[in-house]
T-cell receptor
Framework: SQQGEEDPQALSIQEGENATMNCSYK?????LQWYRQNSGRGLVHLIL?????REKHSGRLRVTLDTSKKSSSLLITASRAADTASYFC????????????FGTGTQLKVEL | GAVVSQHPSWVICKSGTSVKIECRSL??????MFWYRQFPKQSLMLMAT?????????EQGVEKDKFLINHASLTLSTLTVTSAHPEDSSFYIC????????????FGSGTRLTVV
């Protein structure tokens, strides 16, 4: 399976703390994206990082990509209760057309 | 921004019946639509890719006769679960993208199917 692994599977933090989740994949990719999913809902695109980029920021989000280690991380700073959701990395394999492959996901819970 | 409408948001059906789920791109032409299945607390698993006007491409292990996909127009794709069984109960999500865009994916809000 080409499905990426994410860790941790679940993360519980206090509001105001930072949350870091990691994604590892198995083969060459064109770009890597992070999505958020609230319980029982669809996915919302958060950020995309290309294979020739190492770091990208968007608001409270910071994404890194290390293609040599085939891994990416998503950092959410100053977390809020509203950040409680599942987070998935997703990527297109080189030569994979336009099919997204999703990681296993991290369930984040931010407590007041 | 791009919007994809998925309907219904939830459905309960009896075993043996068929259920149709619609996925519409409201403000763009979706040359490709994808259908995913998601079990509780698990990730999304791609079921099939459909391109407008052509037959869907199914992932390994997905029964094409059970999960009928139609993409008759650039704004509408449908997934029909035929002769549904309790093990088909799941969360089904569609996404759509425009030709040439490898990063512009818009997801529907999902359909919770419960087969009793």
């Amino acid at each position: 399976s080409q499905q990426g692994e994410e860790d941790p599977q679940a993360l519980s933090i206090q509001e105001g703390e930072n949350a870091t989740m990691n994604c590892s994949y198995k083969t060459s990719i064109n770009n890597l994206q992070w999505y958020r999913q609230n319980s029982g809902r669809g996915l919302v695109h958060l950020i995309l990082i290309r294979s020739n980029e190492r770091e990208k920021h968007s608001g409270r989000l910071r994404v890194t990509l290390d293609t040599s280690k085939k891994s990416s991380s998503l950092l959410i700073t100053a977390s809020r209760a509203a950040d409680t959701a599942s987070y998935f990395c997703a990527y297109i394999l080189t030569g994979g057309g336009n099919k997204l492959t999703f990681g296993t996901g991290t369930q984040l819970k931010v407590e007041l | 921004g791009a919007v994809v409408s998925q309907h219904p948001s939830w459905v309960i059906c009896k075993s043996g019946t068929s259920v149709k789920i619609e996925c519409r791109s409201l403000d763009f032409q979706a040359t490709t639509m994808f259908w995913y299945r998601q079990f509780p607390k698990q990730s999304l698993m791609l079921m099939a890719t459909s391109n407008e006007g052509s037959k869907a491409t199914y992932e390994q292990g997905v029964e094409k006769d059970k999960f009928l996909i139609n993409h008759a127009s650039l704004t509408l794709s449908t997934l029909t679960v035929t002769s549904a069984h309790p093990e088909d109960s799941s969360f089904y999500i569609c996404s759509a993208t425009m030709q040439g865009k490898s990063y512009g994916y818009t997801f529907g809000s999902g359909t919770r199917l419960t087969v009793v």
